[in-house]
């Protein structure tokens, strides 16, 4: 056991250290960090049917701003509890949850899929034709699927290249 | 905003750095997730959950409804974040320091 080892071994059995670290020993904490955010990126591994999923979804709560007003608050509530139970389906599956941080690193995928999802709000508010509906429900949901998936890759290369622990 | 470099003599310890690492990027895990991310057993990951929670850093729960055996779910709280950024941010310092030849 080395002395880095035996010193944060007190801590971790006591609680109670009674030192700092040296600078070897933060890099060699900070070389833990990096390990863990590597782990992690292994474990996140998205189930394949999360974006489609995700893109169904997504494209049903925009269409359905065009539908008749007696379908419009269901398809809503519908498209919502589908969200709900997508990520809930994610969790249980890979044990982590999906927070603002995975946002945080995908920043430029994840604000392109939003301004693709606001615009496409927008069309449908402007233009109440259906098939002007129809197409851009298929373009949200091709739109998931691409970014979700550029978002994922983007997310586990900054875990695996120390996203925080530089 | 930036983080102020302060050590945090809870966060340190190895196990519990780590715990903090993975969950200031999931926010939530499940236990088992976490143990296995560890390389520990049962025991030793609750040690270090157990240390955490008591700091105010993780919040434990055990959802019920789902049908089978319940879970337990771990959250990092916002002042275990604060604070696994600000002992981050301090080793980071610290690492730096050594790297330009200071201290």
């Given at each position: 056991m080395t002395e880095r080892d035996c010193y944060l071994s007190v801590m971790e059995n006591n609680g109670e250290p009674t030192l700092r670290p040296s600078p070897e020993e933060a890099r060699a904490s900070l070389d833990d960090v990096r390990r863990m955010e590597a782990d992690l990126a292994d474990r996140l591994v998205t189930p394949w049917w999360y974006y489609p999923g995700l893109g169904l979804v997504e494209a049903l709560i925009v269409s359905s701003l065009a539908f008749p007003a007696s379908l419009s608050a269901p398809a809503l509530v519908a498209g919502v509890a589908g969200l709900g139970l997508l990520v809930s389906a994610y969790r249980r599956l890979t044990g982590l949850g999906m927070s603002n941080q995975y946002f945080a690193l995908a920043r430029a995928w994840s604000i392109a899929l939003l301004v693709v999802i606001l615009v496409a709000i927008v069309v449908v508010l402007l233009v109440d034709r259906p098939v002007v509906t129809a197409v851009t429900a298929v373009v949200v949901f091709m739109a998931t699927v691409v970014l979700g998936r550029r978002a994922d890759s983007a997310v586990r290369y900054r875990l695996r290249h120390g996203a925080r622990a530089r | 905003m930036t983080t102020r470099p302060e050590f945090d003599e809870v966060i340190h310890a190895p196990n519990r750095l780590k715990i903090c690492a993975l969950l200031a990027t999931a926010t939530t895990a499940e236990f088992g997730t976490l143990r296995d991310a560890l390389g520990v057993a049962d025991s030793v990951a609750s040690k270090q959950l157990k240390v955490l929670s008591e700091a105010g850093y993780v919040k434990l729960s055990k959802p019920t409804g789902t049908g089978?055996?319940?879970?337990?779910?771990?959250?990092?709280?916002?002042?275990?974040?604060?604070?696994?950024?600000?002992?981050?941010?301090?080793?980071?310092?610290?690492?730096?320091?050594?790297?330009?030849?200071?201290?």
């Open positions: - | 089978g055996r319940a879970k337990t779910w771990v959250t990092l709280t916002p002042a275990g974040r604060r604070a696994f950024q600000g002992h981050l941010a301090m080793l980071q310092q610290m690492a730096a320091d050594v790297a330009q030849g200071v201290g």
